[in-house]
């Protein structure tokens, strides 16, 4: 999608508004690869000193929780065994305090390295809308102590929640300073991670930060490439932070595979040289689900990621999968009328039936929609049309990014329709992918001022700004930001090259967007520095979805969630004195 992006800054240039990119790189990787299912690895040996001994390990990794349900959440960890082949038992404590001394619960399992030495427990028994205090334990060696909370139950009143929203991590373009912001927000009841997790670019193809080479080297293909590149980001001591202090619920998007991708295949996939897409699609999400605190919905199915949370009354969170399980292929020729085919989808049926249920079902306050690609349409010019149909299509007529919710308009429709139909108010799109900021209002045709502009809006969305990943270059994004606006009115606010998060407050009354960007992402002093002189605020009334910007921020709890903020055990410097350790 760099690609695209170029475009964008070369027409911006030239006076025309075309679209943005999503996330992306600028070349393919053509390393030879054989696609192994898994690492050959020897049978399991005897520890030194007898069958009962311990082998001796390391937690280089940190610690991890996330998607929180009322009653449980997934606990997460990496152990490094001081040998290969061995399975390790491994004990997991829960505490209501950081010293860990009123202890909740235990549990026991053991790993080996057919998980890559990842341990996972999903923690149950657990009361509702508590803090929690976690451990691992291998002998005598225990892992940093980790907090993570249960999410309150569906049919408690809550009248507030606060959340972060992040994605597009790439780990060459620099410090991971805004995970570090995120992590010194101490009244956060989760974070949201909306994809780009990890990239799978080579050395040079796509960040060249000193001293920040991604691991392998070479683009990730193989099984044993992406367990080594997820290593290699948990090892960062930013990232490491935020897993320590919230849980978190994430998505996959393109580059946890490779860019581009779909159901089928990718644009930086070449079969002659990186074998068979299937096998790789697979593997990367065996990676995935290894490395991250997420849930399968069945054991060991690791197709399935689209899943919901409810945080009591207040919020229904309907997490989507729009790159690996239903995605066509993307157009290639920009202003394709096949964009608004009936059977062109960017989700699979059974994927739209569950969104749409979840949306016509929820008795929540707010229906939050976290996802990958920008929802909105975004058009260069509106271009007349003669039938209702083609009215309610005719915006995404002008459209450019075929990878985002424009390139697939029928289901975009379909997913409107049904707001509408079934009068659903207070629906928050959640959206990354694009390295930029954006708040919309969203609606059928929002291709003129005369038409549905004057309708009240079907939902909004906020899209988060990168944490390293580049938007557009210095110039070129203050023009982005001026001239979108005046061809696209629904698009309120943009924001095109700094990095950031998005601190997300929800009450009763409103839903309030606050765009923080970090001061740099090149000085390791600077790391978590929030630049306040970009701060954006935007939010949604109840029961009306018009972008109303400027307000002031959400005060933070007067009582910070937990009274306490693990120290991450990781020397000054994190990953630049630990390389060796990543494998």
């Known amino acids: 999608m760099d690609r695209i992006r170029r475009n964008l800054v070369q027409a911006i240039g030239a006076g025309t508004t075309l679209a943005l990119a999503g996330c992306g790189g600028g070349s393919s990787s053509s390393t030879p690869v ?9 049978a399991d040996p005897e520890p030194p000193g007898g069958p009962d001994a311990l082998p001796s390990v390391a937690f280089l990794h940190g610690v991890a929780s996330g998607d929180p349900l009322a009653d449980r959440v997934i606990l997460w960890t990496r152990v490094t065994p001081d040998q290969s082949g061995v399975v390790v038992p491994v004990e997991v404590k829960v505490a209501s305090d950081p010293a860990m001394q009123q202890m909740v619960s235990s549990y026991t399992t053991t790993t080996n390295a057919d998980a890559d030495y990842c341990v996972k427990i999903d923690a149950d028994g657990l009361a509702a809308g508590r803090w929690y205090y976690y451990q691992f334990q291998v002998g005598e060696t ?121 159901r089928d295949g990718a644009s930086n996939h070449q079969p002659l040289t990186e074998g068979d897409w299937e096998t790789r699609k697979g ?9 991250l605190p997420i849930r399968p919905r069945e054991p060991g199915n690791h197709d399935v990621i689209y899943r919901q949370f409810r945080f009591g009354d207040l ?38 039936d569950f969104l749409l249920e979840a949306l016509s079902q929820s008795d929540a306050h707010w229906r939050f929609i976290g996802q990958q690609v920008m929802f909105a349409q975004l058009n260069i010019l509106e271009i007349p049309s003669l039938d209702e149909r083609s009215a309610q299509l005719r915006g995404n007529l002008s459209a450019i990014n075929m990878d985002q919710w424009d390139g697939y308009a029928a289901d975009r429709l379909t997913i409107l329709n049904h707001i509408d139909d079934h009068d659903i108010d207070n629906v928050v799109i959640l959206t990354g992918d694009i390295h930029t900021s954006w708040a919309n209002e969203i609606y059928r045709n929002p291709g003129s001022l005369l038409g549905d502009l004057f309708d009240k809006p079907l939902a909004a969305e906020f899209v988060t700004p990168a944490v390293t990943s580049p938007g557009f270059p210095e110039g070129a994004a203050e023009v982005a930001g001026v001239l979108i606006p005046v061809v696209n009115p629904h698009i309120r606010y943009v924001e095109a090259k700094s990095r950031g998060f998005i601190l997300v407050d929800v009450t009763r009354d409103r839903a309030q967007g606050e765009f923080y960007y970090a001061q740099s992402i090149d000085s390791y002093d600077l790391r978590g520095q929030i630049d306040t002189r970009k701060t954006k605020v935007v939010a949604v009334k109840s029961g009306d979805s018009r972008i109303v910007e400027d307000g002031p921020v959400s005060r933070p709890r ?8 693990p120290p991450v055990s990781s020397p000054v410097g994190g990953v630049k004195s630990r390389k060796e350790v990543l494998s």
């Open 315 to 352: 919020i229904d969170l309907t997490m989507l999968d729009t790159r690996l399980e239903g995605r066509d292929a993307q157009l290639t020729v920009p202003l394709d009328p096949a964009r608004n085919d009936e059977d062109r989808h960017l989700i699979s049926s059974e994927q739209m």
């Open 142 to 262: 225990q892992s940093p102590v980790g907090r993570t909370r249960t999410f309150p139950a569906a049919a408690d009143f809550i009248d507030r929640a606060r959340f972060a929203v992040v994605s597009c991590s790439n780990f060459p373009y620099g410090f991971f300073s805004v995970y570090r912001a995120v992590a010194n927000q101490g009244d956060l009841d989760f974070v949201l991670h909306l994809g780009d997790y990890v990239y799978e670019y080579g050395a040079g193809e796509y960040g060249d930060f000193p001293e920040r080479e991604p691991q392998p080297s070479h683009e990730m293909v193989s099984l044993s490439d992406y367990r080594l590149r997820h290593a290699q980001y948990k090892t960062d001591e930013d990232l490491q932070a935020v897993h320590q202090q919230f849980p978190m619920i994430a998505v996959w998007d393109d580059h946890e595979s490779t860019d581009n991708s779909y």
């Open 558 to 565: 007067t009582l910070r969630t937990a009274l306490f903020h």
């Open 34 to 42: 054989v696609n192994n299912p898994a690492p050959n690895v020897p």
């Open 283 to 291: 593997v990367a999400r065996q990676a995935y689900f290894e490395w």
